[in-house]
């Protein structure tokens, strides 16, 4: 009898089969795909609206404001499954007081906390003016004091709005962008180095680990992006058509700007995805060639085992399908939607399998290990890394974004142009 | 002089390069190499297992479970046997119930029985942490609380340990694994414990046998180095440039 004190991580949703080491566990399960797909995310949407701010891409300004606050809210979140998953929650602080610099996950703190601090300031450079604006407001308003006294803290005493500070600004925004660009690229490919330096794994050591993460991180970002911002358009032109009927020009101008942000948007996608899957196409085609020791149990994984999630889910439904359904002729909004929200999924699909997947086969190379996740979940254990811990990130985001943009507003410029 | 920006960064560089050259001068030791310039330098553990001598009877998982508090019924262990058996076809058919704890008693593998005259060939494998010279997992760890000692064997700090298991995905040998009651990376020790004290691993003193031996590889003396120096031995995966230090006799190509 195993007292109920003993806690043996990984047993309840591990089977094995065939001969596996006894030690042997899926030990990094599924709050370790969500880690790389929400890094993935906040370093795509930071991109996306770099885009803008540093390629002066202008057709993707409205975009670009709501990406940026976007990755602000996604930034804590991408952080949040690892400290689900450690075993030690408490020390999580760790790698930061005592960093052991040979290990990849050492530089995570570090290389986070630079990232943060660059999407913070950029953000405080885009909205500076809005703060000051709106301590201006606000003043002698009844009832908005501690949102005034917040707004005070915003500015951190910089008050000054005439045209020459505003040009520093914009340079500040666009410097901070710049520079943003290849931290947000670290930051993802750093996930991916995680994973391509593990030698001891055969399905995840190769150096183009971190280019593929990098890449599928800007499609999900990308993705991500456009998503959010079709529901939320279509969440407005509703309200304004229940206010002023259906063929009120602002409806027609809602959707106009929205088309055309999307058009152009979808463009970078295509570009970002046909690279991701050239790359990930690669990967595979060498290791078939090649044909080292482990190609024997990976092509058993590959082509046996995970057909249904590697080809048919995240390659084919994933990949394949949004790539003809963005390019067919006469582009719907409800298609880009649909197309993006199957994206999104072979972005994580693709996660799942190289984390899950790294772990299907012993490293005896002699047998095979089955991930079940928890549905339902009956001790904390089966909750943080089961269905619930991935409910808890997945609108972590949303209800941050909620808050973040009561500050700055990210999506009023369209009634601004109306 | 006027304190500008220019000015001070200019300072500040130069000063910085005037405090860094003469510091350059002194050559920079490792913790290790200063240790073994002391003392100490002259010890470094390393494990013989004889497959040729192993009958799988289970008393080594036994002894290393009660010497080192791994819960008696959970499927995890420090050190574990497997069994190999090779049939006419050219298979080979690999299992190690409960890590060998209670023996191999039955001729079933996995429910299954294989027919005697089928077999070609049959063998145990006991298997531990290889203590490595270039570990993995000390590499990986991201806050140093699994480290190496001066005398060759890899602990882990159960003060220290985060739990994120990169250890455990690094090792290729799968010796490392959650300890089930402190919820940190855990791992064979070579039973530093005892070691220290002069008295041999749990494991080794348990075996009836002899097929495991611990000793000093840098004492000539030694009757483990004077094996490793003498006979045929083989490591197990050296393909992953950890250099394992617990040494195999009678290897079968077909060991994973």
């Not at chain 1, 666009?174 to 593990?198: D, E, N, Q």
Request: net charge positive; aromatic share 12%.
């Amino acid at each position: 009898m195993i007292e109920p004190s003993v806690y043996v991580h990984g047993l309840e949703w591990t089977t094995k089969e065939l001969f596996t080491y006894p030690n042997e566990f899926i030990t990094w399960s599924i709050q370790i795909v969500m880690y790389p797909y929400m890094t993935g995310l906040v370093a795509g949407a930071f991109v996306l609206s770099s885009l803008y701010h540093v390629f002066g891409q202008k057709d993707l300004k409205d975009l670009a404001r709501f990406s940026l606050v976007f990755s602000l809210a996604l930034l804590p979140v991408a952080a949040m499954p690892l400290l689900l998953h450690l075993q030690q929650p408490l020390r999580a602080m760790h790698p930061l007081f005592t960093p052991h610099f040979t290990s990849a996950i050492s530089a995570f703190g570090i290389v986070f906390s630079t990232y943060g601090l660059i999407v913070l300031s950029e953000i405080w450079f885009v909205y500076r003016k809005h703060f000051v604006d709106q301590v201006h407001e606000l003043k002698g308003i009844k009832g908005s004091k501690l949102k005034r006294m917040i707004f005070i803290i915003l500015t951190m005493g910089a008050m000054d709005i005439s045209e020459a500070a505003l040009a520093k600004d914009k340079k500040a925004v666009t410097i901070m962008a710049a520079i943003g660009i290849p931290v947000a690229c670290f930051l993802h490919g750093y996930a991916g180095f995680i994973f391509g330096s593990v030698k001891a794994n055969a399905l995840w050591m190769s150096p183009l680990m971190p280019v593929i993460f990098i890449m599928s991180a800007v499609v999900s970002g990308i993705a991500l992006c456009m998503l959010t911002y079709i529901l939320i358009m279509e969440f407005k032109k509703i309200k304004a058509a229940i206010a002023r009927g259906m063929g009120d020009t602002s409806v027609q101008a809602i959707k106009g700007i929205e088309m055309e942000v999307i058009t152009k948007a979808t463009r970078y996608l295509i570009i970002f995805l046909v690279a991701a899957i050239s790359l990930e196409i690669l990967d595979l085609i060498f290791r078939g060639y090649t044909a080292m020791k482990s190609w024997d149990i990976l092509r058993s994984v590959m082509y046996g085992k995970d057909f249904v999630d590697i080809f048919m889910l995240q390659y084919g439904i994933g990949n394949l399908l949004p790539f003809i359904m963005l390019l067919w002729p006469k582009r719907t909004l409800r298609r880009v939607a649909i197309a993006t929200t199957l994206i999104l999924f072979g972005v994580f699909m693709m996660r799942w399998n190289v984390v899950i997947g790294g772990q299907a086969f012993s490293l005896s190379f002699a047998g095979f290990m089955h991930y079940h996740m928890p549905i339902i979940p009956h001790n904390w254990e089966t909750f943080k890394e089961g269905l619930g811990g991935v409910i808890l990130v997945i609108i972590s985001p949303y209800a941050l974004f909620w808050v973040i943009n009561k500050f700055t507003p990210s999506l009023g410029t369209v009634e601004e142009k109306i | 002089m006027k304190c500008s920006r220019r000015n001070f960064l200019k300072k500040s560089l130069s000063g910085a390069v005037a405090a860094g050259l003469p510091l350059a001068a002194f050559k920079f030791l490792s913790p290790r190499e200063a240790h073994a310039a002391v003392k100490e330098a002259n010890l470094r553990w390393a494990f013989i297992v004889d497959t040729r001598k192993c009958v799988g009877c289970g008393l080594c998982v036994k002894a290393c479970k009660k010497e080192n508090e791994i819960p008696y019924d959970v499927p995890l262990t420090r050190t574990w046997i497997e069994r190999y058996i090779v049939t006419k076809d050219g298979k080979t058919t690999i299992d190690t119930p409960k890590g060998g704890r209670d023996g191999f008693t039955s001729k079933k593998v996995r429910g299954e029985e294989i027919p005697d005259d089928q077999i070609t060939k049959a063998f145990f494998v006991p298997k531990l942490c290889n203590q490595c010279d270039n570990p993995a997992c000390v590499q990986v760890c991201p806050v140093g609380a699994t480290y190496q000692t001066a005398d060759g064997v890899t602990l882990v700090d159960r003060k220290w340990c985060i739990g994120c298991g990169y250890c455990i995905m690094a090792c290729p040998y799968g010796a490392r694994f959650f300890h089930p009651v402190y919820r940190v990376a855990e791992k064979c020790t070579f039973c530093y414990h005892r070691i220290k004290k002069g008295m041999k691993t749990a494991c080794v003193d348990a075996c009836p046998f002899g097929a495991r031996q611990i000793g000093n590889i840098k004492d000539i003396n030694d009757p483990v180095a004077h094996t490793i120096l003498t006979e045929r031995v083989a490591v197990l995966k050296d393909e992953y440039g950890t250099k394992p230090q617990v040494f195999y006799l009678g290897l079968d190509e077909r060991v994973r």
